[in-house]
C-alpha cells in the first residue's frame, strides 16, 4: 500500500502492503507512535486500500499507461493501491463511507450530546455505540473499518468492553486503534492486536507537509526544526510562537511574562509548559553542537540535565508556572529564550 498523502514511513507502508497482498491483514490492529506523525491519514488511506474495487477508468488508465509495459513489482503495487477513483474510495476521502466509521472525541460528543472539549476520555458508552455498528453487516463495501482515534484516552472500563469484540471480531470487520501511548493500554487489548510502530517523521517531510499546507516555506523550515518529527508539534510551535511575539526577551521580567501566557487549565497548561521546555532544550543542543568553547560546551550539557530534570517534573503533580519561569531564568543567563527569528530562503 502506498499513498502520495502519506510522507515517510517507508517500512510501514511496505509492512502494510504485504498485510494486503497475502490478504492476512489481522483484524485488531494498533498505530502506535508520537502525535502528528500521520497515524489518522495511513489508517484512512489503509481503509481506501481494503475496500477499493479498483475502477479505475479504463480511457484514465490507458493515457496513464497502467496497462501497458508495467513490470510485475508495479502490478503487484496496483493491486493494493487505492485507485481513489471508485464510490468506496470517494466516500471514504469525504467521510461519508457507510462502512467505515471514525470513532474519536467527536463522534462521543454527538453521542453523549456534549461540548467536545469536554471529551478527554473515550467511554464506555462510545465503545457499546460502535460495537453495535460493528456486528451489523457492511451497506457498501465487502469489509467494515473502525478508526478509533486516541485510542489510548479508552478507559479501563471501555477497554474491557471492547475485549469479546477483539477477540472474537465479527466477519470482515476490522479495527484500527490509533494510539501515542501504547502502554495506556490493558495487557488483555495488547495481547489481541498486531501493533505496527511509527517513528517520527524526517525534518524534510514535516517541512514539506507544511508547505502542503500553504505555511511559507521560510516558517515551514523554522518550524520543522523544532517539531521532533510531529506535525503537530510544528503546529503548536506555531501558535506558540504567535502567542509571543509581544514578549521582550531582553526585559528582566521576560521568564514572568512568560509564565502568565500558560492557559489557566492545568492540563493545557502543563502540555504548553513541556512544549516550551522542548523548544529550549532544542536551542540549547543546538547552541551546544556548533560552540568551540569547551567550558561552555560543559555548562550548556549541565543546563540541558538540568532542564530536563524540570521536565520531569511536569509528570509529578509540580504547578506547571513555575517551572516554565525557572526554566526560562536559567537559559537566559545562556543567553537563550524562546524568541525567534525567521529563517528566510531564496
Known amino acids: 500500500m502506498y499513498s502520495n498523502k502519506i510522507l515517510g514511513h517507508k517500512n510501514v507502508l511496505n509492512h502494510l502492503k504485504a498485510l494486503l497482498l497475502s490478504k492476512r491483514v489481522p483484524p485488531s490492529i494498533i498505530f502506535n507512535g508520537r502525535q502528528g506523525v500521520g497515524k489518522f491519514i495511513t489508517a484512512t488511506e489503509f481503509a481506501k486500500s481494503i475496500n477499493c474495487s479498483r475502477e479505475k477508468p479504463q480511457e484514465d488508465a490507458a493515457s496513464l499507461g497502467l496497462f501497458q509495459n508495467q513490470n510485475k513489482t508495479e502490478k503487484k503495487a496496483d493491486e493494493v493501491k487505492p485507485c481513489n477513483y471508485c464510490l468506496s474510495c470517494k466516500q471514504i476521502e469525504s467521510g461519508a463511507h457507510p462502512d467505515v466509521r471514525i470513532i474519536d472525541s467527536a463522534f462521543q460528543a454527538r453521542l453523549l450530546d456534549e461540548d467536545v472539549k469536554k471529551q478527554k476520555k473515550l467511554k464506555i458508552d462510545t465503545v ?3 460495537s453495535k455498528y460493528a456486528y451489523k453487516k457492511p451497506l457498501l463495501s465487502e469489509h467494515k473499518v473502525l478508526i ?13 468492553a471492547m475485549l469479546k469484540l477483539l477477540e472474537e471480531p465479527p466477519k470482515n470487520t476490522f479495527f484500527i486503534l490509533i494510539s501515542s501511548q501504547k502502554n495506556a493500554f490493558l495487557p488483555t487489548v495488547l495481547s489481541r492486536c498486531h501493533t505496527i510502530e511509527f517513528g517520527p517523521l524526517s525534518i524534510e517531510d514535516v517541512e514539506e507537509i507544511l508547505a502542503r499546507n500553504n505555511i511559507p516555506l521560510n516558517e515551514a523550515a523554522l518550524l520543522s526544526g523544532f517539531s521532533n518529527g510531529s506535525v503537530k508539534t510544528a503546529m503548536d510551535m506555531k501558535r506558540i510562537m504567535a502567542k509571543l511575539q509581544k514578549i521582550d ?4 521580567a521576560y521568564p514572568f511574562k512568560l509564565s502568565s501566557t500558560l492557559p489557566k487549565e492545568s492540563y493545557l497548561a502543563r502540555e504548553e509548559t513541556r512544549l516550551m521546555l522542548n523548544i529550549l532544550l532544542t536551542k540549547t543542543h543546538q547552541k551546544w553542537i ?5 567550558n561552555q560546551k560543559n555548562d550548556l550539557k549541565i543546563l540541558i540535565k538540568e532542564t530536563l530534570k524540570l521536565k520531569t517534573f511536569l509528570n509529578q503533580n509540580v ?6 519561569e525557572l526554566a526560562a531564568s536559567e537559559c537566559l543567563t545562556h543567553g537563550i529564550t524562546l524568541g525567534f527569528i525567521k529563517k528566510h530562503r531564496d
Not at 526577551?249 to 528582566?252: A, E, R
Not at 504547578?319 to 516554565?324: A, D, E, G, K, S
Open 128 to 130: 457499546r455505540e460502535f
Open 249 to 252: 526577551t531582553s526585559s528582566p
Open 319 to 324: 504547578m506547571p508556572t513555575p517551572i516554565l
Open 290 to 294: 556548533i560552540s568551540n568553547d569547551l
Open 148 to 160: 478509533v482515534n486516541d485510542a489510548d484516552t479508552l478507559t479501563r472500563e471501555s477497554q474491557n
